[in-house]
T-cell receptor
Framework: GENVEQHPSTLSVQEGDSAVIKCTYS??????FPWYKQELGKRPQLIID?????GEKKDQRIAVTLNKTAKHFSLHITETQPEDSAVYFC???????????FGKGTTLSVSS | GAGVSQSPSNKVTEKGKDVELRCDPI?????LYWYRQRLGQGLEFLIY????????KSGLPSDRFSAERTGESVSTLTIQRTQQEDSAVYLC???????????FGPGTRLTVL
């Protein structure tokens, strides 16, 4: 079945720096890759997603890149702010498209 | 309602008791998912419902876990003979279809004493 690996598990940056989180997946049939942000005690919320027909997508300070050949995708946050501090999860669907398999999460801390 | 709702928000039970968790998806969303999130951990897929199709139950950890959904309405997750390792936040999510954004509910925090 699908397996999603996420690195690093923790990431500390200074305000204004960039942050990069990387994920790899195992099922070559996967075609949808969302990123979720979860603040402490709150529900996960989608921040950006990418489908397999594009290699990059941007939304203001957030971007996601996808390399289908290498089966990895990355989240890039530029000009980080303290409110970016949260746990970020990447995910990929299993081959049947029924189960969204999540990475173990990255705890991002942005200090001012 | 405007979003996914879940009840109860918190549930404390004794080992061996059965519990039932409820999820109300966004109206019109055909896909519904249950996840388990242990403290400080990631989201673990449990089960997926899509309309009237057979559910994908491949994530259910044991036969003590079961879930039902009637059509495109509410879903209930039942855990029988609860164990301490069942303690976690149980999250429900719905989406308009597969491969679309999943909207999460606030979760039910289950504590098994």
């Amino acid at each position: 079945g699908e397996n999603v690996e996420q690195h690093p598990s923790t990431l500390s940056v200074q305000e204004g720096d960039s942050a990069v989180i990387k994920c790899t997946y195992s099922d070559s049939a996967s075609n949808y890759f969302p990123w979720y942000k979860q603040e402490l005690g709150k529900r996960p919320q989608l921040i950006i997603d990418i489908r397999s027909n594009v290699g990059e997508k941007k939304d203001q300070r957030i971007a996601v890149t996808l390399n289908k050949t290498a089966k990895h995708f990355s989240l890039h946050i530029t000009e980080t702010q303290p409110e970016d501090s949260a746990v970020y999860f990447c995910a990929a669907y299993n081959q049947a498209g029924t189960a969204l398999i999540f990475g173990k999460g990255t705890t991002l801390s942005v200090s001012s | 309602g405007a979003g996914v709702s879940q009840s109860p928000s918190n549930k404390v039970t004794e080992k061996g008791k059965d519990v039932e968790l409820r999820c109300d998806p966004i109206s019109g969303h055909t896909a519904l998912y249950w996840y388990r999130q242990r403290l400080g951990q990631g989201l673990e897929f449990l089960i997926y419902f899509q309309g009237n199709s057979a559910p994908d139950k491949s994530g259910l950890p044991s036969d003590r876990f079961s879930a039902e959904r009637t059509g495109e309405s509410v879903s209930t997750l039942t855990i029988q003979r609860t164990q301490q390792e069942d303690s976690a936040v149980y999250l429900c999510a719905s989406s308009s279809s597969r491969y679309n954004e999943q909207f999460f509910g606030p979760g039910t925090r289950l504590t098994v004493l």
